[in-house]
């Protein structure tokens, strides 16, 4: 009997390649005056995912999420979008389809929640079926929300253009438990949806239960990276190493 092999081949199911990056670093370096807080850096993020990026504070996390925006130029190495190098803008790269949520909330006071949802390009009814609790808020004033309503109105305002990637900076800073709770269970569901997203957390535990991966930085280096569950694993020692006590002083003194 003889073996056709090139119909073995033929119908012989290929590995599924894995899908390009949505965002990529290379050899990143950035930093304020001259002077570098972030070196060397490599991390990437793709569709569907959410990846960590975890520090003691001065370790450089906002630094790597503003180079990584557009906010802050680099000094050295690559950003790539989509495969395809790029050092524009914030404003082009929201274009483009990147949602930027910042430490501070980003909310107009004087307009209401609907108004501030339908700023820009959008749909707001798509950001209301991820965060449904702004829908009996949406004729109120912002300046007239909680502190947790509007960082929940934040995140809205930025899921409400349907970016392809979302970087988010710290959105838990001094709010209730359920309230973060709140905010990082939409960000899961919004990466289930196909969003690729970046997020720079204090929360550690919490961050990594919705996480897929995670990137430990240390003095503006990634010192480690990995499975969230598999870094969840290890929590007690990476937080005793890289996020608190004298690993946060060791990064204040060097900031």
């Known amino acids: 009997m003889t073996v056709d092999v090139g119909a073995e081949r033929a119908t012989t199911a290929q590995p599924a390649q894995p899908a390009q990056p949505l965002l990529s670093a290379s050899s ?28 003691a504070n001065g370790a450089g996390k906002t630094t790597t999420l503003l180079a990584l925006a557009g906010v802050l130029p680099i000094s050295g190495g690559e950003v790539a979008w989509l495969g395809r190098t790029s050092r524009a803008p914030l404003h082009l790269r929201a274009r483009a ?5 910042p430490e501070s909330r980003a909310v107009i006071p004087s307009l ?57 900076d710290e959105m838990s800073l001094g709010l209730a438990p359920m309230i973060v709770q709140r905010l990082l269970s939409a960000v899961r569901d919004a990466a289930n949806s196909g969003i690729g997203v970046l997020i720079v957390e204090q929360q550690v535990r919490n961050v990594l239960a919705v996480a ?5 930085l240390r003095r503006g280096k990634i010192e480690l990276e990995g ?11 990476i937080e005793a190493t890289y996020l608190t006590g004298a690993a946060a002083i060791e990064e204040q003194a060097d900031g």
């Open 227 to 237: 499975k969230a569950a598999e870094l969840a694993g290890r929590l007690e020692e």
């Open 112 to 168: 209401t929640t609907m108004e501030n949802l339908r700023l820009g390009r959008g749909d707001p009814e798509a950001a209301l079926e991820l965060l449904p609790e702004l829908k009996p808020l949406l004729k109120r004033r912002a300046g007239l929300l909680s502190g947790g309503e509007q960082q929940i109105l934040t995140l809205a305002r930025v899921l409400a253009a349907q970016p392809r990637l979302l970087l988010a």
């Open 28 to 55: 990143m370096s950035a930093g304020y005056g001259g002077v570098p807080v972030v070196r060397d850096m490599d991390l990437e993020v793709r569709a569907g995912e959410v990846v960590a990026l975890l520090g």
């Open 212 to 216: 897929d991966r995670a990137y430990v």
């Open 97 to 101: 389809g990147l949602g930027f949520v």
